[in-house]
């Protein structure tokens, strides 16, 4: 069982810039790709960005495409999301997610374990 744990979210201002962490329990032989979704009011959860847990092998959704980083923490065991120029749009609960093999890393439904979310704010 891996458990997934986010943290870091709040308010700021459009053009401002926060750090998303997501802490994952030791049992973590068993994931593949760790990635981060969005989910605005009134809309679906959609894929931000990924990274490959053993190659490192990062994936961007074109929105955030050079406004934002996901890496890998591994003294923390932890994936970070490092978002810039934030824009009111970016405003939605981030969710960090993992799957256990490989497959399309865009897809909500292709991964196993959620974490339970964490509130970014972005003011205009």
């Known amino acids: 069982q891996v458990q997934l744990v986010e943290s870091g979210g709040g308010l700021v201002q459009a053009g401002g810039s926060l750090s998303l962490s997501c802490a994952t329990s030791r049992r973590t032989v068993s994931i593949y790709t760790v990635g981060w979704f969005r989910q605005a009011p009134g809309k679906e959860r959609e894929f931000v960005a990924a990274?490959?847990?053993?190659?490192?092998?990062?994936y961007y959704a074109d929105s955030v495409k050079g406004r934002f980083t996901i890496s890998r923490d591994i003294a923390k065991n932890a994936v970070d999301l490092q978002m810039s120029s934030l824009k009111p749009e970016d405003t939605a609960v981030y969710y960090c997610?993992?799957?256990?093999?490989?497959?399309?890393?865009?897809?909500?439904?292709?991964?196993?374990?959620w974490g339970q979310g964490t509130q970014v704010t972005v003011s205009s």
């Open positions: 997610a993992a799957n256990r093999v490989r497959l399309p890393v865009g897809i909500a439904e292709n991964y196993y374990y």
């Open positions: 990274i490959g847990w053993s190659d490192y092998r990062t």
